[in-house]
């Protein structure tokens, strides 16, 4: 296998930018560090699981170094997921180790997404750890609802974890998945509820990833479809916003917030994609569409690592295809047998 022609800037050894056969940069790393979460949200997960052995789950020091290689490689975001990152044991270790890159300025945020559910506990830790901004997923601020959706969950839990987090001066964005039918009622409520407390709110297509006993071609709400809804009733701004991911921005001029719209499906998001993604157990999925995976876990255990992590890296990324596959339709749901928890989506 061969090894990568290392740059030397400054204190710290860089290697050549990542950048796909399309030309696009990999500057984002969206970094799984548990398939297990505390919820069973009927979007994401069956209602009975069986999770991975944590035999065959990377260890924090591992899961670090092959952040480092994706920081070499010129990645500047790394936002940590799951299943639920909270429920990964000294997840916070993982946190610090991270740290120094954001004071080096090797790395421009250090975030993550989360249900919620534990915020109340670590939100100050993380606040010192250098996270500033996180990702709640809060889809019905009905309590009846969103123990269905997520199958036993407590609203009131993910309350007061957002109230610890703005309380620590952690930036909070609330995403919510948009399925038809009760949510298309409630939608307004959750940008009051947002924007009354200077959060964004991001509305995400339910996306065909795994079997989770919820028929989706039944649930699924173009973006499209409801953001002409949304017009009708409130006055939609468009603006440039960017955050690092696919998310589309509009002001919502009547609260003065941001509101953002994820669509894989409704509308082509692939042809700026900046980001890859890797499983708990040290799979490299170049898209999230994509059933394709590479396998860095032997190469991070074995003689001269980061080289040859890096030389799997890249030819991964030569790989990369140009878009995802997804479609749902009343007649049809093309999909990845993947579940969202697999990735954290």
């Known amino acids: 296998m061969r090894h990568e022609r290392h740059i030397a800037t400054g204190t710290e050894t860089t290697l050549p930018p990542l950048v796909d056969q399309f030309g696009r940069q990999v500057t984002y790393l969206r970094l799984s560090v548990t398939d297990r979460c505390d919820l069973r949200c009927t979007y994401c997960m069956a209602e009975h699981m069986t999770f991975l052995p944590r035999q065959d789950v990377l260890s924090l ?3 670090y170094r092959l952040a480092r290689v994706f920081i070499r490689g010129g990645v500047r975001k790394i936002r940590l997921t799951g299943g639920e990152p909270l429920v990964r044991k000294n997840i916070l270790q993982l946190f610090s180790l991270l740290a120094p890159h954001l004071d080096g300025g090797e790395l421009d945020e250090v975030t ?11 939100s100050e830790a993380l606040f010192a750890t250098g996270v500033r901004r996180v ?22 839990s993910v309350l007061k974890g957002i109230d610890a987090a703005l309380s620590a001066g952690l930036k909070v964005k609330l995403n919510a998945v948009a399925m038809r039918g009760d949510f298309e009622s409630e939608v307004d409520d959750l940008i009051g509820f947002a924007h009354g407390r200077g959060m964004d709110l991001t509305l995400i297509e339910e996306m065909p990833l795994g079997q ?24 939609l701004v468009p603006i440039d916003d960017r955050t690092g991911g696919p998310a589309r921005y509009v002001r919502v001029a009547e609260t003065g917030g941001r509101l953002g719209f994820i669509t894989p499906l409704s509308c082509d998001f692939c042809a700026n994609c900046n980001r890859v993604r890797v499983s708990c157990t040290g799979g490299l999925f170049t898209c999230m569409g994509s059933e394709g995976t590479v396998g860095l876990r032997q190469a991070l255990r074995g003689e001269d690592p980061e080289a040859n992590v890096g030389s799997l890296i890249r030819d991964a990324l030569g790989r990369k295809p140009k878009g995802h596959s997804f479609e749902i339709s009343r007649q049809a749901v093309s999909g990845i047998a993947r579940h969202m928890s697999v990735l954290g989506g």
């Open 61 to 63: 020091e591992e899961l």
């Open 112 to 122: 993550l997404t989360t249900n919620g559910t534990l915020l109340s506990r670590y």
């Open 135 to 156: 990702n709640v997923s809060l889809d019905s601020l009905d309590a009846g609802r969103y123990a269905r959706i997520t199958r036993w969950g407590r609203l009131d």
């Open 212 to 235: 989770t006993g919820h028929d989706r071609s039944q649930s699924f709400l173009p973006l499209d479809h409801l953001r002409r809804s949304l017009a009708g009733r409130w006055t």
